[in-house]
C-alpha cells in the first residue's frame, strides 16, 4: 500500500480551506445583503427555470495522485447547465449538469493524455435580492455523483487509463442582474470537492484527486405563466407568441451530425463514421421583420477516422462559421413559426486525439479553411414572448479536407447533416 502523501498546512492550504473560505463568503455576502436589502420585494411565487453557464476549472491539487498531476487551469471550457425552480423570494432547488477537459500529465513524461468528467448534482440555493429585484446574490449547497474518465492518449509508452465514478460535494457562491423581467446574466464560483475517481498505472487501481473550482459566466431564463404568481401577478404578461418588431436573439442548441458523402469519405480505405459524436451549436442574430431575419451561427462536432478494418485511428473534430438568412412564417396565432435558413461561411477540420500512434498509421492533417455552404429547415415553438424552443435541420455542404496518409495527398469530404434542438432568447 502507498504510504499517504502529505500535505501542506496553512490558512487556505488544508484539505477544507477551499471550502471553509467559500462557506465563509457565502455567509459574508448573505449578510450583507440582509443589511442592505431588507425590503426586497418577490412579485412571482415558484418560477422554474434553465441557466447555461461557461467558463474555467481551477484544479486546486497540484498532486492529483501518485507521479501525476492535472492541468491548470482547464485545457477546456467548463460547461455547465442547470434545471431550477426558485420556490420562493430566498431559496429555490437545481440540477445541475457539469463538464470539464483537461490534460492528465506526469512530471517526466509530459502530457499523457486528456481526463474529462461529466458530473450530475443537486443543490439548495439561498438568495437574497436587492430592493429593485435586479441584482440577486446567492449560495448554493449540495451533492452529486462524477464520472472520469481518461481518453485521447498521447503518450502510448506510460502506463495509464481507465475511468471511474466518484461521489461529490459542490458549494457556491454567485450574483446575477436582470437585464429583462425574467432573463438573468451572472458570475459564479463553485467549488467541485471529494471528488475522487480511480485510474489504473501498472495495472493497479489509484485515485486521482479531481476537486476543482469552476469559474462560470452565465445566463439564467426563467419560464414564467399568467397566473404563477401569489395574487396572479404574472395574469398581465405579454402572450407567447412572435413580433414584427425588430429583435435581436440568442440560440443555443445541441444535437447530432450524419456525415452524408460516405462514397466520398474513402482515403485508401480510411473512412469517417457515419455519425459524429455530441454536436452544439448556436448563434446570434435578429429579426428584421414578421417573415425575416439574419444570425450569424457556429457548429461544432467530431467525426471519427478509421482503417479498412474498422479500427480507430483518430478522432477528427469540424466546426463551422456561417453566416445565414432565415426566411419566417408564423401560424397559429404566431406561437408556432416554421422557418427556411441558408447561407455559407467557413468549415475547418483537422485531425484531434489519436487512438493509435503514429508509427502504425501516418496519418496526418493541419488545421485548413474551407468555404461551405448551408440550408435547412426548423421550427420555433413559443413559450412565452421572447422565449421559445427551436428545432432544426440543416444540411452542411461543399466540405472538403486535406490528409497525408504516409505523406500522401489525400481529401475527406466531411459535409453533413445537423439535427438539433434548443431554446432561442430574445432582447427586446
Same mark, same amino acid.
Given at each position: 500500500m502507498a504510504a499517504p502523501r502529505s500535505r501542506r498546512v496553512g490558512p487556505n492550504n488544508t484539505p477544507n480551506g477551499r471550502r471553509t473560505l467559500l462557506a465563509a463568503l457565502a455567509v459574508v455576502t448573505a449578510f450583507v445583503a440582509g443589511a442592505t436589502d431588507a425590503q426586497a420585494g418577490h412579485d412571482f411565487g415558484a418560477r422554474p427555470y434553465l441557466r447555461l453557464g461557461l467558463g474555467q476549472s481551477l484544479y486546486v491539487n497540484r498532486d492529483a495522485s501518485p507521479g501525476l498531476d492535472l492541468l491548470s487551469p482547464s485545457g477546456q471550457p467548463l460547461v455547465n447547465a442547470i434545471f431550477g425552480v426558485d420556490l420562493s423570494k430566498y431559496w429555490g432547488v437545481e440540477f445541475s449538469i457539469d463538464y470539464n477537459k483537461t /490534460?492528465?500529465?506526469? =512530471? &517526466?513524461?509530459? $502530457?499523457?493524455?486528456? !481526463?474529462? *468528467?461529466i458530473a450530475g448534482s443537486a443543490a439548495v440555493r439561498l438568495r437574497y435580492p436587492s430592493p429593485s429585484g435586479r441584482f440577486v446574490p446567492y449560495a448554493l449547497l449540495g451533492a452529486g455523483y462524477g464520472f472520469g474518465d481518461f481518453s485521447g492518449r498521447k503518450n502510448f509508452t506510460f502506463?495509464? @487509463?481507465? #475511468?471511474? *465514478? &466518484? =461521489?461529490?460535494?459542490?458549494? @457556491?457562491?454567485?450574483?446575477?442582474? !436582470?437585464? #429583462? #423581467?425574467?432573463?438573468?446574466v451572472g458570475l459564479e464560483a463553485r467549488d467541485f470537492f471529494e471528488f475522487h475517481p480511480d485510474l489504473t498505472v501498472n495495472g493497479q487501481k489509484q $485515485?486521482?484527486?479531481? /476537486? &476543482?473550482?469552476?469559474?462560470?459566466? /452565465?445566463?439564467r431564463v426563467y419560464f414564467d405563466s399568467p397566473g404563477s404568481g401569489p395574487k396572479g401577478s404574472t395574469a398581465n404578461l405579454p402572450p407567447a407568441k412572435d413580433s414584427n418588431k425588430f429583435r435581436t436573439y440568442m440560440a443555443v442548441r445541441g444535437g447530432k451530425a450524419l456525415f452524408t458523402d460516405t /462514397?466520398?469519405?474513402q482515403a485508401n480505405g480510411i473512412t469517417i463514421d457515419s455519425s459524429s459524436g455530441p454536436l452544439l451549436a448556436g448563434g446570434i442574430g435578429a429579426n428584421f421583420s414578421r417573415y425575416w431575419g439574419a444570425e450569424v451561427a457556429f457548429e461544432y462536432a467530431r467525426a471519427q477516422l478509421r482503417t479498412p478494418a474498422n479500427y480507430k485511428i483518430t478522432g477528427y473534430p469540424v466546426w463551422t462559421m456561417l453566416g445565414l438568412i432565415r426566411l419566417r412564417y408564423p401560424v397559429l396565432e404566431d406561437r408556432v413559426v416554421p422557418y427556411v435558413i441558408f447561407g455559407g461561411g467557413a468549415g475547418w477540420a483537422e485531425t484531434g486525439d489519436r487512438d493509435v500512434p503514429q508509427s502504425e498509421i501516418n496519418l496526418t492533417s493541419s488545421q485548413q479553411t474551407h468555404f461551405v455552404g448551408a440550408a435547412g429547415i426548423g421550427v420555433d415553438y413559443f413559450l412565452q414572448d421572447n422565449v421559445a424552443l427551436t428545432f432544426e435541420t440543416r444540411d452542411t455542404f461543399g466540405f472538403e479536407t486535406n490528409v497525408q496518409l504516409n505523406g500522401v495527398p489525400l481529401k475527406l469530404n466531411p459535409s453533413f447533416i445537423s439535427f438539433t434542438g434548443g431554446i432561442r432568447v430574445f432582447f427586446d
Open positions: /490534460d492528465l500529465r506526469s =512530471p &517526466s513524461q509530459g $502530457t499523457l493524455g486528456d !481526463f474529462s *468528467w502506463p495509464v @487509463g481507465g #475511468r471511474g *465514478w &466518484s =461521489p461529490l460535494g459542490v458549494v @457556491g457562491i454567485g450574483g446575477e442582474y !436582470f437585464i #429583462r #423581467r425574467n432573463i438573468a $485515485t486521482l484527486n479531481a /476537486d &476543482s473550482i469552476g469559474l462560470l459566466a /452565465d445566463m /462514397d466520398k469519405l
